[in-house]
């Protein structure tokens, strides 16, 4: 078992959170730290726009990941939400065998078996 890493903004910290609960509920992720609002600067369908949004970094195993960044999608309420996903290079073996721990979990082995998990 190895750890992985998502990235995601969201608007506020509610729908972070919202998305986190799902998640952790589907056995997808282990932990969501749910960082306080920042500043984004972007380029979005070439315009140059600002917002403030709240940063997600979830935590999960890397056997899991693809699932993951495949669900954030319909738990987001931004229509086309920046995903980011990758496997850790180090963990700590207590911290791999806690993320590998999901991969055994009975919410992951139901969420593996639905298309899209459930809300």
């Known amino acids: 078992m190895s750890g992985a890493l998502a990235w995601c903004p969201f608007p506020d910290e509610d729908s972070a959170a919202r998305a986190a609960e799902a998640l952790l509920g589907e056995g997808l992720i282990a932990c969501a730290n ?7 600067l972007y380029v979005w369908r070439g315009a140059r726009e600002a917002a403030t949004e709240t940063g997600v970094l979830f935590k999960t195993d890397l056997a899991l990941l ?24 180090r963990a700590a073996p207590a911290t791999a065998r806690w993320l590998g721990e999901l991969v055994a979990s009975p919410e992951a082995q139901s969420g593996r078996d639905t298309e899209g998990g459930s809300t």
């Open 34 to 40: 749910i960082l306080p609002p920042m500043r984004s």
């Open 66 to 89: 693809d699932k993951l960044v495949a669900r954030i999608p319909a738990l987001h309420p931004y229509d086309e939400p920046a995903i980011l996903g990758w496997a850790c290079d």
